[in-house]
């Protein structure tokens, strides 16, 4: 049973434009929202995470976007640069009673073209 | 070290045979927890230990996985007769007491098995 479903599983976006990355979950226990980035050969490393009493959070060209009734949120990287080229994780969490563990969505691909 | 250390960083090994894998925490970070990432997928949770003891081990496949963390700080991933299947990087991440804190990751240990 995957808890969470992430799309598109890849993405080009041309430098300076918007990547937009969906998530979307079916346990309503979970109570935070972390996105994660990872580059070939390293491990993942958190980028922006939200929780479900906001509907947005931006961090820089970051922003995350949720919608408690539809269990989706997503990812928004505006002026998309090359440097941003890597592959994106949207997770879940308990943070009651379930040990902090994190559930992984499948990740997206996100090529930034010149 | 500044970050979470994970030796060895690859590993090849038959089928049948044993591996060990090591995490060494930051330095501090009392909970701990190892995932598998498969090619072209996102991490899954295995176990997760506070302190000495394993807290959550629902995420180990069989009974051919276990881990230890004997003194509360570096963590072993030991594989017993290793199944092509289990060709994966494994990853640790630890963070600091508290539900809310943050996962730091490592970069990995890659398990190749023939």
């Known amino acids: 049973q995957q808890q969470v479903k992430q799309s598109p599983q890849s993405l080009i976006v041309q430098k300076g434009g918007i990547s937009i990355i969906n998530c979307a979950y079916e346990n309503t226990a979970f109570d935070y929202f972390p996105w994660y980035q990872q580059f070939p050969g390293k491990g993942p490393a958190l980028l922006i995470a939200?929780?479900?009493?906001?509907s947005e959070k931006k961090e820089g060209r970051f922003t995350i976007s949720f919608n408690k009734s539809a269990k989706q949120f997503s990812l928004h990287i505006m002026d998309s640069q090359p440097g941003d080229s890597a592959t994106y994780f949207c997770?879940?969490?308990?943070?009651?009673?379930?040990?902090?563990?994190?559930?992984f969505g499948t990740g997206t691909q996100l090529k930034v073209e010149l | 070290g500044a970050g979470v250390s994970q030796t060895p960083s690859n590993k090849v090994t038959e089928k049948g045979k044993y591996v060990e894998l090591r995490c060494d925490p930051i330095s501090g970070h009392t909970a701990l927890y190892w995932y598998r990432q498969s090619l072209g997928q996102g991490p899954e949770f295995l176990i997760y230990f506070q302190g000495t003891g394993a807290a959550d081990d629902s995420g180990l496949p069989n009974d051919r996985f276990f881990a230890v963390r004997p003194e509360g700080s570096v963590s072993t991933l030991k594989i017993q007769r290793t199944e092509r299947g289990d060709s994966a990087v494994y990853l640790c991440?630890?963070?600091?007491?508290?539900?809310?804190?943050?996962?730091?990751f490592g970069e990995g240990s890659r398990l190749t098995v023939l």
């Open positions: 997770a879940a969490r308990k943070l009651t009673g379930g040990g902090n563990k994190l559930t």
């Open positions: 939200i929780r479900p009493d906001v």
């Open positions: 991440a630890t963070r600091l007491a508290g539900a809310t804190g943050e996962l730091f």
